[in-house]
């Protein structure tokens, strides 16, 4: 079974911390992606990796950056916390594919900025 | 205009009934198309991809219109378990793996 796990269900940060949400999947996936969802607008994408130590802007990276230094490992950095990025986080991973591989996903870690 | 759009409900059906859902996708470079389920509260997980000849399997069937990029899913003798929100979602070809998903149906089966 495909895993992907995220380091915090819960997160409470205030305005202005440095912000990191870790992921992790173990079937040595290829691609990796960074989603937000909100109520009304479902899930966009953040950012994505297609290899180590590379990354893809998504439809709404602006506040974000990502790092990928392990394939298995994903991680999303708010670098500058803002009440606007409270959200659901979902981080995901697919095999290589051209046209779309199943996405698994983690179960999202939920932000609130205060 | 947004590239995937589903009608976000909530339909509220009663146990037994059929319930269709459908969906519109704008870029005709569209390549993949699939149903992924979400729970209340859970991540959303792949529920069937749709081919262009249609698929079926077990309540669900779902189907493919390329001419008028139009996508369907029918749920028939509707579960309590079915409640979930239902996201239609669509690949364009040699993107990276990159999926573009619709906002979602909701689905309240109800005794």
């Known amino acids: 079974d495909v895993k992907v796990t995220q380091s915090s269900r819960y997160l409470v940060k205030r305005t202005g911390e440095k912000v990191f949400l870790e992921c992790v999947q173990d079937m040595d996936h290829e691609n990796m992606f960074w989603y937000r969802q909100d109520p009304g607008l479902g899930l966009r994408l953040i950012y994505f990796s297609y290899d180590v130590k590379m990354k893809e802007k998504g439809d709404i990276p602006e506040g974000y950056s990502v790092s990928r230094e392990k394939k298995e490992r994903f991680s999303l950095i708010l670098e500058s916390a803002s009440t606007n990025q409270t959200s659901m986080y979902l981080c995901?991973?697919?095999?290589?594919?051209?046209?779309?591989?199943?996405?698994?996903f983690g179960p999202g870690t939920r932000l609130t900025v205060l | 205009r947004k590239e995937v759009e589903q009608d976000p409900g909530p339909f509220n059906v009663p146990e037994g009934a059929t319930v269709a859902f459908n969906c519109t996708y704008s870029?005709?470079?569209?390549?993949?198309f699939f149903w992924y389920r979400q729970d209340c509260r859970k991540e959303p997980k792949l529920l069937m991809s749709?081919?262009?000849s249609g698929n079926e399997d077990g309540r669900f069937t779902a189907q493919l219109n390329r001419a008028s990029q139009y996508i369907s899913l029918l749920i028939r003798d509707s579960k309590l378990s079915d409640s979930a929100t239902y996201l239609c979602v669509v690949a364009i070809y040699n993107q990276g793996g990159k999926l573009i998903f619709g906002q979602g149906t909701e689905l309240s089966v109800k005794p």
């Open positions: 995901a991973s697919s095999l290589k594919g051209l046209a779309g591989d199943e996405q698994f």
């Open positions: 749709v081919y262009s």
């Open positions: 870029n005709s470079a569209s390549q993949s």
